[in-house]
């Protein structure tokens, strides 16, 4: 792990907000030069700190207005294999997120869904069908807001 100053933190608070920008943008924002800016952002990478850029999609303005989160708890945990499990569970287009987890659930999953109904026809007819499903909980999100973590 290398060590971060206040610099580096900056930088990744800017690209958090908009990772689409360039070192030029973010040395200009921050009064850097635009290399010095690049080499920082390249050292970060090179570190694993930033571990990539993602385009992150309005899912209610692509026409699927519901997202759901699952807690799943396998039936019989030694007869499937998790890979398995997670196999089917990854080629659900509806799932984006697939989390294996250790307390009341096995797994935890974010759906997306057009609305109720689309949800019920992507639960009862692909989840439900996974192999290895047991009891399987689901909560509506109402509303999200995005931290950027713990950048210090």
Known sequence: MIALDDTDRAILRALV?????????????????????????????????????????????????????????????GRVGLEDFERAATAIPEVQVVQHVLGLFDYRMRVVARDIADFERVLRRRIMTLPGIGEVEANVLMSEERRPGPLG
């Open 17 to 77: 907000a908009d990772a689409g920008q360039g070192a030029g943008a973010i040395g200009r924002a921050l009064g850097l030069s635009q290399p010095a800016a690049w080499r920082r952002i390249r050292r970060l990478e090179e570190a694993g700190i930033i571990k990539g850029r993602r385009v992150v999609l309005d899912a209610a303005a692509l026409g699927f207005g519901v997202t759901v989160f699952l807690g799943i708890k396998l039936a019989a945990r």
